[in-house]
T-cell receptor
Framework: DARVTQTPRHKVTEMGQEVTMRCQPILGHNTVFWYRQTMMQGLELLAYFRNRAPLDDSGMPKDRFSAEMPDATLATLKIQPSEPRDSAVYFC??????????FGDGTRLSIL | QKEVEQNSGPLSVPEGAIASLNCTYSDRGSQSFFWYRQYSGKSPELIMFIYSNGDKEDGRFTAQLNKASQYVSLLIRDSQPSDSATYLCAVRVGTYKYIFGTGTRLKVLA
């Protein structure tokens, strides 16, 4: 079964540090999404790409978050500098255009 | 008003009963609707999707869509303890953007 692969699965770091999360979408999927999930807010869409081009990143705090797709097999989400309120589970999802998206296992991020 | 609304629950049903999960959405232009299941500590898993008014059945699951009422539901027949999870409703707005509800927690009592 093809899967969306996310690394790392867990990350604990101190506030102010840079955090980079990586995602390998399912081969052939041309839309890629980044979500953040917390108990309070649920699943929030941060950014999404089609054919590697960013379509919408309005869900991200622009001053500290950035999302890129350097190639079709890699999407990255960076936080610099990180803050305790960024602690959450970050999910990447991918899908063919217009078709249901499939989620990776997530990165559980804790900022101390 | 949230774009996609779900009752947070928990919804408790006895084993073997029908569980009914409901979702309302605000954007009348929405075309595609999805149900995901999420076990505690795991990622969302696609259960069903529906694009047209009416019912769509897949095994023990039935998705129901009523665009006039902006309402989508998920029925789980013969509920099992293994169905205990949070069920997320998602709506595709425009071509690519998905909005998720906050989920309904289902507990199936053995």
């Amino acid at each position: 079964d093809a899967r969306v692969t996310q690394t790392p699965r867990h990350k604990v770091t101190e506030m102010g540090q840079e955090v980079t999360m990586r995602c390998q979408p399912i081969l052939g999927h041309n839309t890629v999404f980044w979500y953040r999930q917390t108990m309070m807010q649920g699943l929030e869409l941060l950014a999404y790409f089609r054919n590697r081009a960013p379509l919408d990143d309005s869900g991200m705090p622009k001053d500290r978050f950035s999302a890129e797709m350097p190639d079709a097999t890699l999407a990255t989400l960076k936080i610099q500098p990180s803050e305790p309120r960024d602690s959450a589970v970050y999910f990447c999802a991918s899908g063919p255009a217009g078709q249901p998206q499939h989620f990776g296992d997530g990165t559980r991020l804790s900022i101390l | 008003q949230k774009e996609v609304e779900q009752n947070s629950g928990p919804l408790s049903v006895p084993e073997g009963a029908i569980a009914s999960l409901n979702c309302t959405y605000s954007d009348r232009g929405s075309q595609s609707f999805f149900w995901y299941r999420q076990y505690s500590g795991k990622s969302p898993e696609l259960i069903m999707f529906i694009y047209s008014n009416g019912d769509k059945e897949d095994g023990r699951f039935t998705a129901q869509l009523n665009k006039a009422s902006q309402y989508v539901s998920l029925l789980i027949r013969d509920s099992q303890p293994s169905d205990s999870a949070t069920y997320l409703c998602a709506v595709r707005v425009g071509t690519y953007k998905y909005i998720f509800g906050t989920g309904t927690r289902l507990k199936v009592l053995a």
